[in-house]
């Protein structure tokens, strides 16, 4: 095994200081051998949703015994012909498999992955006229096995895939990844799925990259799991030496400290540069993070994708985080002038992308740690219930009376209708005034309810470097509904800061949701439901007394957004 040591490195100026203050408490406390222990109280009084949470720090070792299962099960699927797989999830069940694929690619010879979290009518049918149902395994994976949209989307690719081949070989293009018990392990077995894997139920759904949510998709692609776990296990040992003087450096504890300590201290916005080939990774990070962290008042903003700006650009709630693979130098010299400008600064270096089995842990281990400075249980999410119910009710009054509730808009002008109290004269000074008076230390949240698409991404990352260069506030983005399963406990729990701007627009196309597998008939659609997610999101936020504008789009979103971004300007 590789050491890891040197391939963490850290600079936070005068808080250096501070940092070593709190090892000290930690190495005093016990805290990490009382983590390894299972000790609940690191973290809260009650055992509730932490003690049934702590699987994951034996993940590394205990999923070498399911490699050779795993590695069985993927023969299988390759001699049976399948050379595409879909993964239908959310949240902790789809980012890390989007990390593996995104940055180890396909090995040849085996299936080319792709992840589909989303209830955007348009992303459905896309992945459903470019795929094969023939040669296509469908990965259901949830863990509570209760997942709306994921149990969707099994019911609608089902009947793609009955109407190819027949109900009778239908549920052998569909494989399940749950914990024991789910009502997803009844369905696997009346739908006579090929196989369903039951994961450790003490494993929360965003630590669970290093399971078998994580690990059957990486290797349908073809990666080594042993030399994932390998790298993996080499850092959890780093993560469990004690934080005394002269026993080492505990990677996971220092990263842990700097995350919660600066939060603290004002800089709780966890900006995340990253190597092209590992980007990604910031999308599973920005869940881990914001989920774990953002409640009872606190919260650290994960800041991920941003544009890269001079040290200038940036106010002084920043910690950044440079993830880099070696020999890639790309955001080297970027990150060197931040450093230089005194922003706080931590490097991550990986040699390949089996590192990413390290990060996985090394993170899980840090937002643990960080969760026991800033007082909070890193493993529970009490706030992202509310906006679910909301929607149900939203998709019941959908099937009562046949429509949505209706709104109308303050201001509609140029293809932008915008919802929110607010005096303007068009959508961009109304976008101006809403985000005028931001508190200190706000952020922005742009959250699109709409098909994800190159242009559309550019047009809303460009909005994002308006707002930024106008306001000097950190932004982050989100496509709904796969946000609310990522960052929409902090938008929730948090200390109210946010500013949230939503965007929709009417669907050029639907699809319909089979109210049952193997069934013509049906009651909504995708479009109805991620407008009823959308409803249910905002006025979750409202009630909680969140500020919130919302935009919607006519003809071409991206041009509606670009408009936005120059009246910024």
Known sequence: MKAPTGAVQYNVGPYQRTIEKALEELGQNRIISRIWAHDHTVWKPQPTEITNRLGWLHSPEAMNEAVWRITAFVEGVREAGYTEALLLGMGGSSLAPEVL??????????????????????AI??????????????????????????????????????????EEGAGEHFIAITD???????LARRYRFRDCFLNDPNIGGRYSALSYFGLVPAALIGMDLGAL??????????????????????????????????????????????????????????????????KEGRGIVPVVGERIRPPGGYGEDRLFVYTHLKGDEMHKGAAADLEGAGYPLVRLSL??????????????????????????????????????????????????KGSLPLE???????????????????????????????????????????????????????????????FLLATTLGFGPRYLHSTGQLHK????????????????????????AGSPTSSMSFGVLKTA???????????????????HLEGNPARGIRALAEGLR
């Open 351 to 400: 040699d390949d992308p089996y590192d990413l089995g390290g990060q996985f842990f090394l993170w899980e281990m840090a937002v643990a740690v960080a969760g026991h400075r800033l007082g909070i249980n890193p493993f529970d999410q009490p706030d992202v219930e509310a906006a679910k119910a909301l929607a149900r009710q939203a998709a019941a009054e959908y099937k009562e």
């Open 408 to 470: 109308r808009p303050a201001l509609s002008k140029d293809g932008i209708a915008v919802y929110e109290e607010i005096t303007a004269d068009n959508p961009s000074e109304a976008l101006t005034g809403f985000l005028g008076n931001a508190q200190s230390g706000a952020y922005v949240s742009l959250q699109a309810f709409l098909q994800p698409a190159p242009d559309l991404t550019d047009a809303l990352h460009d909005l994002r470097a308006a707002l930024r260069d106008r």
């Open 533 to 551: 997610q959308a409803i249910g999101d905002r006025q979750a936020l409202i009630s909680r007394g969140r500020k919130l504008i919302r935009f």
């Open 493 to 516: 729990g948090d200390a109210g800061k946010g500013l949230f701007v939503q965007f929709t627009a009417d669907d050029p196309r639907d699809a319909e949701i089979p109210d049952e």
């Open 229 to 294: 776990l390998d790298r993996a296990a080499t850092m959890a040992g780093n993560c469990a030496r004690s934080n005394g003087h002269g026993e080492g450096d505990n990677h996971g504890a220092r990263l842990g400290v700097i995350l919660g300590d600066l939060a603290e201290s004002g800089r709780d916005k966890v900006t995340i540069i990253s190597s092209p080939q590992i980007e990604s990774l910031g999308d599973w990070v920005e869940q881990l993070i914001a989920e774990s962290t953002g």
């Open 180 to 186: 024991p018990g789910t009502p997803l392990v009844d």
């Open 101 to 122: 694929r995104k940055a180890f690619g396909v090995k040849e010879g085996h299936l080319d992955l792709a992840v589909l979290d989303s209830t955007d009518p348009g």
């Open 125 to 166: 049918l896309a992945h459903a006229e470019r795929l094969n149902p023939l040669r296509t395994l469908f990965i259901v994976s949830t863990k509570s096995g209760t997942t709306v949209e994921t149990l969707s989307l099994f019911k609608y690719f089902y009947n793609l895939v009955k109407d190819s081949v027949g």
